[in-house]
T-cell receptor
């Protein structure tokens, strides 16, 4: 059973640019959630994808968007990058339908915006 | 969304038990109590969850107050590898999303 993987591990972008982060969910999982974690803070929920559609969103602007593919992998896209977007971006997978809903997190992508 | 309150930091000696408290006074009847921990340079890791009764697994125990307004994560014998940030999270089992509301958690320091 493979765990959640994310790529790239680190990324440096310039303000105004666009970025795409990738996530492969754990085998057997059909739901992917994305979180943003600023330094010294807990993760903040961005959105969740199930059956290739957004299924829940946190307090993030529309320039944060995502995709889920038929194999349940996912992308997070951020347009018009701002300095405050510098953070660790975490992907978590789970199996929709389990009431408990424990999530399995990847190691994250560290994004730095200069 | 119901919120949780945890102490910012705690210390423990190695091989001693650790009790990490969490207050969740606005918990609803459909909320599960989840605990996750985040080791340095890693994503959060599931530790344990419960609804009403106390729970045990290989990693820890979860003690839930009778009124469910607080809970305690118990590490029976802390090791240096248990040094991490511990998050107490409420997850609405009636919700169709797995939206976790993380606080700032409790940073556990384990002393050798």
């Amino acid at each position: 059973e493979t765990g959640v993987t994310q790529s790239p591990t680190h990324l440096i972008k310039t303000r105004g640019q666009q970025v795409t982060l990738r996530c492969s969910s754990q085998s057997g999982h059909n739901t992917v959630s994305w979180y943003q974690q600023a330094l010294g803070q807990g993760p903040q929920f961005i959105f969740q994808y199930y059956r290739e559609e957004e299924n829940g969103r946190g307090n993030f602007p529309p320039r944060f968007s995502g995709l889920q593919f038929p194999n349940y992998s996912s992308e997070l896209n951020v347009n018009a990058l701002e300095l405050d977007d510098s953070a660790l971006y975490l992907c978590a997978s789970s199996f929709f339908g389990r009431a408990v809903g424990e999530q399995y997190f990847g190691p994250g992508t560290r994004l730095t915006v200069t | 969304d119901a919120k949780t309150t945890q102490p910012n930091s705690m210390e423990s000696n190695e091989e001693e038990p650790v009790h990490l408290p969490c207050n969740h006074s606005t918990i609803s009847g459909t909320d599960y109590i989840h605990w996750y921990r985040q080791l340095p340079s890693q994503g959060p890791e599931y530790v344990i969850h419960g609804l009403t009764s106390n729970v045990n697994n290989r990693m820890a125990s979860l003690a839930i107050a009778e009124d469910r307004k607080s809970s305690t994560l118990i590490l029976h014998r802390a090791t240096l590898r248990d040094a991490a940030v511990y998050y107490c999270i409420l997850r609405d089992r009636a919700s169709g999303t797995y939206k976790y509301i993380f606080g700032t958690g409790t940073r556990l320091k384990v002393l050798a």
